[in-house]
């Protein structure tokens, strides 16, 4: 699925919900996290570890 746009609409300890603008209409998702999560900085790491990984895979 193609996404024009993405908006984090909500982060616990396990994942995040995405609200996703697509060409058929707004839609929503769960991406869960590499691992559990107790505070923001340990978020922050995770968050930058799956957009690492993410790009490694596009390459």
Excluded: C, P, W, Y
Excluded at 19 to 30: A, E, N, S
């Amino acid at each position: 699925m193609e996404s024009q746009e993405a908006v984090m609409t909500s982060v616990d300890r396990l994942g995040f919900h995405v609200r996703l603008k697509t060409q058929d209409g707004m839609r929503g998702t769960r991406i869960a996290f590499l691992r559990e999560v107790s505070n923001s900085a340990e978020t922050r790491r995770v968050l930058v570890e799956m957009v690492q990984q993410a790009r490694s895979q596009a390459e």
